[in-house]
């Protein structure tokens, strides 16, 4: 058996190595990289500063651990940072792009305080980021801040709903590595090299260097994406304007402004940055990782349910006992895996899927009140007469986000728009919004932390295995159903609190129907948010209905995974068309 | 000798190594896999701080490398199509082409995995990790990692007989 077994890894372990070896470059492929990539890297290694950069993080050094003789490399690149420095400091103006990053890399402290009211610190030397982010249309709460120490290997973040600082473990978090990185940081995430052009300005009697920064958006066309103002006296940013990513609420349009100092001293402590010093700290580290042998199998079993699901459906999510906003999702795909990070999630790519927000108002608006208790027919014909107020939608090429239009009641100021992009909105990604996300969620994460297979109790919902994962003063509980396609029936999420451990939120499924295609699913999803008791505020609960329709390829309605046709729509309108 | 040049040296070490993983990972995308190997190595050239020892050298490359394909995933979808097979197939022999097969059939038995039984088998079979590397970067013992190992194989033979027995069904 042994025997079998033995060969049968040997069989694995070839099968694997043999496909990773298999595709072979052709030798002038091999010969054009090769060159490309030296040449790269000779012109980084060029460029003003690099080398003195790379030594000032203590990179060069380590390159001596590869062979003695690259000890040379690190003398080179000294001398070349020693000739870099002298050349920036003789070099009379113009200021390059270069020279900027290049002084941005020699601040102690950088300060920068944005238009939409967040504010970020960043000190490299420290091992300092801080950021404070203040919670979008509401006075009620305090700002959010989170205060990173690299050098302790901690994160402190203050949840001003919460009224609560999580204390993390931020020892795997890499540092950026220069402090242009942290702070501009802008080229790496669209995916391609920005063209620049240089303007002279002035600004409050300033002579200022404006450097634009194009790249190509998802139609082709030119697209500004950062403007940054500099001064050719300190050769430092004074003000850098950029494009808001897709996923990033807009305050003032499609861009932010940052306005940059550089002071001499920066917080030390989330305290430092107006966080009171008797908020209660739940430290979330992870323990050790400590996995019970009987969890992974079940996690297995989950995961495979989960990969067992349909890919071809609708969704329609409401409730019967308010009127509140309806969701309806369409996916004609299966959504691809994406790699290992500590949450991974599935790309949409290459599947299409469209997901339509509807208000649904009190009587008051009869025009846009649906009659409750509906079945879910009613509400699919009750969406039909409506437009929605918010569409997302991916055709397999292109990324859409529409809001608006709104019903004329509407309070909301801002104009309709349609946000075309090239990269993934993660508004889109099977989450919540998805049966996959809300029925296995165990299927979406990696298991950390300490995980324990729960004893059977009456207090677990009848059927079911529970499943305890707990970090620190965190604990998350999740009970299957192994005969309903382990369902997660309940998930509850508990903070420790001075009193014991204290029901946060909880999800619980019930209504189990069987789809013609043989997978289970959930009905009914009842969601408890509980608040801090501290603050007096109550508990709340809300019953969600959930229909789910396998649907054929054919049966989709037609044209609903068309983005060119809602692009054409939204200009015929005149909304607001913004591209990234 | 320049840190230009030394760039060069782990090229010529590693490269073959790198743009195999990569196609693989790619179903055999040749012409994607020449491309993100190049920003493995660039990659590699400016964040070469992370790099400990020399031993390490293509574990480490293998591990940009995983992350890179992860990338390009999150853009564009695994292009499976018979466009990219022909392209990596052209003039290849019919020895060749079998294995070509076989690999993208490899590819697709782990991309259907869990990812944590994915990146397990990789780390063990491609990077090359000794089960205590792999404990060590998990916070767990070496016989946790072996016992998840074995579930790995497992998974991975189940799914790609399934996928061979599809396949011939098919044929």
């Not at chain 1, 939608?393 to 104009?415: E, H, I, M």
């Not at chain 1, 699913?521 to 959930?546: F, M, V, W």
């Amino acid at each position: 058996m042994n025997a079998n077994n033995n060969n049968d890894d040997d069989r694995i372990e070839a099968l694997l190595k043999d496909a990773a070896g298999t595709f072979t470059p052709a030798p002038e492929v091999k010969a054009a990289a090769r060159e490309h990539v030296l040449a790269a890297a000779q012109r980084e290694e060029g460029k003003p500063g690099a080398a003195q950069q790379r030594d000032s993080m203590g990179v060069a050094a380590s390159w001596r651990f590869l062979r003695s003789p690259w000890r040379v490399a690190g003398a080179a690149s000294a001398a070349l940072a020693a000739l870099v420095f002298l050349t920036v400091i003789l070099w009379p103006s113009p200021l390059t792009l270069a020279q900027v990053r290049e002084a941005v890399n020699t601040v102690d402290w950088i300060h920068i305080k944005y238009d939409n009211g967040n504010e970020r610190w960043i000190s490299l030397t420290h091992g300092i980021r801080a950021e404070i982010t203040p919670l979008a249309e509401s006075d009620r709460y305090d700002d959010n801040v989170d205060f990173i120490d690299y050098s302790a290997g901690l994160i402190y973040r203050y949840v001003g709903c919460g009224e609560v600082i999580y204390l993390r473990d931020a020892s795997k978090w890499t540092m950026p590595t220069t402090a242009w990185e942290a702070t501009v940081g802008l080229f790496e995430g669209y995916r391609q090299i920005p063209k620049t052009e240089r303007h002279g300005e002035i600004i409050e009697g300033r002579k200022l260097l404006r450097f634009d920064n194009y790249v190509t958006d998802a139609f082709g066309e030119r697209l500004l994406i950062t403007q940054i103002w500099a001064d050719p006296a300190t050769r430092l940013p004074v003000k850098i304007r950029r494009r808001v990513p897709t996923h990033e609420p807009r305050t003032n349009g499609n861009f932010k402004t940052g306005i940059y100092t550089f002071p001499e001293s920066g917080p030390e402590s989330i305290y430092d940055l107006g966080v009171r010093r008797n908020v209660r700290v739940l430290d979330t580290r992870r323990p050790e990782t400590d996995v019970a042998e009987q969890v992974m199998p079940l996690v297995e079993e989950i995961a495979a349910a989960e990969g067992r699901f349909i890919d071809h459906y609708r969704t329609i999510e409401w409730k019967n006992d308010q009127n509140d906003p309806i969701e309806v999702l369409h996916v004609c795909g299966q959504a691809v895996l994406k790699d290992s990070t500590d949450h991974p999630h599935r790309d949409y790519a290459p599947i299409r899927a469209r997901l339509d927000h509807y208000f649904n108002l009190s009587s008051e608006h009869p025009d846009y009140h649906l009659p409750l208790p509906a079945t879910a027919d009613e509400v699919l014909a009750w969406t039909a007469t409506q437009t929605p107020v918010s569409i997302y939608l991916v055709d397999g090429q292109r990324y859409y986000s529409q809001d608006g239009p709104f019903p004329p009641y509407f309070t909301k100021a801002d104009p309709p728009r349609l946000h075309v992009s090239r990269h993934g909105d993660p508004r889109l990604l099977p989450g919540d919004h998805w049966p996959n996300g809300t029925q296995w969620p165990l299927a979406m994460r990696k298991i950390t932390g300490r995980a324990q297979v729960l004893a059977p109790s009456s207090e677990a919902p009848p059927g079911t295995i529970g499943i305890r994962i707990e970090r620190g003063d965190i604990r998350e509980d999740f009970h299957v159903d192994p005969t309903h396609d382990f369902i997660c029936i309940r998930k509850t999420y508990w903070e420790k609190h001075a009193e014991g451990w204290y029901r946060r939120w909880e999800t619980t499924l019930s209504g189990l129907a069987q789809l013609p295609t043989g997978q289970w699913i959930a009905t009914k999803k009842l969601d408890y948010r509980g608040r801090d008791p501290d603050r007096n505020i109550r508990p709340s609960e809300h019953t969600y209905q959930i229909d789910i329709t396998p649907l054929a390829p054919d049966e989709f309605p037609p044209g609903i995974f068309d983005g060119e046709k809602l692009l054409e729509e939204a200009r015929e309108n005149g909304y607001r068309i913004e591209t990234y | 000798m320049t840190a230009a040049s030394d760039i060069g040296e782990l090229f010529d070490r590693h490269f073959d190594d790198v743009f195999a993983y990569i196609a693989f990972r790619l179903a055999g995308d040749l012409h994607a896999a020449s491309d993100i190997a190049q920003e493995v190595f660039m990659a590699a050239w400016r964040d070469c701080g992370r790099l400990r020892t020399p031993d390490a050298a293509r574990a480490w490359l293998l591990g940009i490398a995983r992350h890179k394909v992860a990338d390009h995933f999150r853009t564009r979808p695994p292009e499976v199509g018979p466009g990219r097979a022909a392209e990596a197939d052209a003039g290849s022999s019919q020895a060749d082409a079998g294995a070509h097969h076989r690999a993208r059939l490899v590819a697709a038995a782990l991309r259907k995995l869990a990812d944590h039984q994915a990146d397990l088998l990789e780390d063990k079979y491609i990077r090359g990790l000794s089960v205590r590397a792999i404990a060590q970067q998990r916070d767990t013992s070496e016989k946790a990692v072996e016992s998840a190992l074995s579930r790995a194989r497992e998974a991975f033979r189940r799914t790609y007989e399934s996928l061979t027995k599809a396949e011939e069904a098919a044929r």
